[in-house]
């Protein structure tokens, strides 16, 4: 099968792979597992200086990404048939969901487009087909962090990235609950022992215990998780 191709437009196109370039994504990375190519927008800036920002129009602080010089650095840098999903990281958009960013890695790849700056023209988003995307409620400095997030997460997701024991089917968030809590050795640590059922060998209580423990802690933690997934399980009769 043939790489899962991410292409990240920036600015700063040195702040990649960074993390990616280590540990499960960067293994995966020099296995070909999937591929990571940067565009410098900058390459489509105007003018000696290679501008590629200005004031806002109507006035007031910072500048504005133009949307001139992203349209060209993205259709320069994309192939007609490019049908992978192509997102703007945005603290403007839909909150990035464990669900979304599996079906993320199950596509051919992704186009990501970092902005920078107060922000950009607006024109550009339907204009080329941009979906924003945020990775929290906070203000990152540009979009290259949240894009690397984004990668981090889907491609850990990809086949043979990781072992087959975590498939990430009994993660957080894939069946709409925090996971339940872990143990290893020492079986005490330092006058806390290691919950007793998990020492006992009956795998069918052992599980109970591990579904219990998810469904209180997410109880006590992201109520809001549990009223998404009852909203799924039984949908209103109308
Ligand atoms: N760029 C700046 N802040 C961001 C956020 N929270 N999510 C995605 N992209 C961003």
């Given at each position: 099968m043939s790489s899962w191709r991410a292409t990240v437009f920036t600015l700063?196109?040195?702040?990649?792979?960074?993390?990616?370039?280590?540990s499960l994504a960067g293994d995966a990375l020099v296995r070909g597992v999937w591929t990571l190519e940067t565009q410098d927008?900058?390459?489509?800036?105007?003018?000696r200086h290679r501008s590629v920002d200005d004031t806002p129009a109507g006035g007031g602080a910072g500048m504005v990404l133009r949307a001139d010089v992203l349209a060209a650095s993205l259709d320069a840098g994309l192939?007609?048939?490019?049908?992978r999903p192509r997102l703007l990281m945005s603290p403007r958009g839909a909150p990035l969901t464990q669900a979304q960013v599996r079906d993320l890695s199950q596509r051919q790849g992704v186009v990501l487009v970092c902005g920078r700056f107060?922000?950009?023209?607006?024109?550009i988003i339907e204009a080329r087909g941009l979906t924003e995307v945020s990775i929290g409620d906070y203000v990152l400095s540009g979009g290259e962090l949240a894009a690397m997030v984004l990668l981090d997460a889907a491609v850990r997701l990809?086949?043979?990235?990781?072992?087959k024991e975590a498939s990430?089917?009994?993660?957080?968030?894939?069946?709409?609950r925090l996971e339940y809590p872990h143990y290893t050795k020492p079986r005490d640590f330092e006058g806390r022992a290691i919950p007793e059922i998990l020492l006992s060998g009956d795998h069918a209580k052992i599980a109970a215990w591990r579904k219990a423990e998810a469904l209180r802690i997410t109880q006590e933690r992201r109520p809001d998780l549990l009223q998404g997934a009852e909203a799924k399980a039984e949908p209103r009769k109308r």
């Open positions: 700063f196109p040195e702040m990649l792979p960074g993390p990616l370039g280590v927008i900058r390459d489509h800036g105007i003018g192939a007609a048939g490019d049908t107060e922000g950009i023209d607006e024109r990809l086949p043979g990235v990781m072992g990430g089917a009994e993660e957080s968030f894939e069946d709409g």
